[in-house]
């Protein structure tokens, strides 16, 4: 069972930035991000494989955040650029075990709590 930390939530200004990080408890396959605001449904963010050659990004988030992964310290990361008040949610990481990156939470296996970010205007 890998576990799952996620830490870097906080309250920022709209248009400032914020760096997410999850550590996991040991080495993870593919990796992934996601986020759920009150009231709404858990939306996937972005995605990265074992090597961190390929990444995967919701088309509406392209170009603000970037996902990354340092392997020798079993940790993904998960820039965040040009924040908006509508990124306020809880953001969680999770780790798959599947050869393909995937946008469906249900192809995750693992999950760590969330850290929370919001964004004032």
């Known amino acids: 069972q890998v576990q799952l930390v996620e830490s870097g939530g906080g309250l920022v200004q709209a248009g400032g930035s914020l760096r997410l990080s999850c550590a996991a408890s040991s080495s993870t396959y593919a990796m992934g991000w996601f986020r759920q605001a009150p009231g709404k449904e858990r939306e996937f963010v972005a995605a990265?494989?074992?090597?961190?050659?390929?990444?995967y990004y919701a088309d509406s988030l392209k170009g603000r955040f970037t996902i990354s992964r340092d392997n020798a310290k079993n940790t993904v990361y998960l820039q965040m650029n040009s924040l908006k008040p509508e990124d306020t949610a809880v953001y969680y990481c999770a780790t798959s075990a599947s050869p393909r990156l995937t946008p469906r939470g249900n192809e995750y296996d693992y999950w760590g709590q969330g850290t929370q970010v919001t964004v004032s205007s």
């Open positions: 990265i494989n074992w090597s961190g050659g390929t990444t």
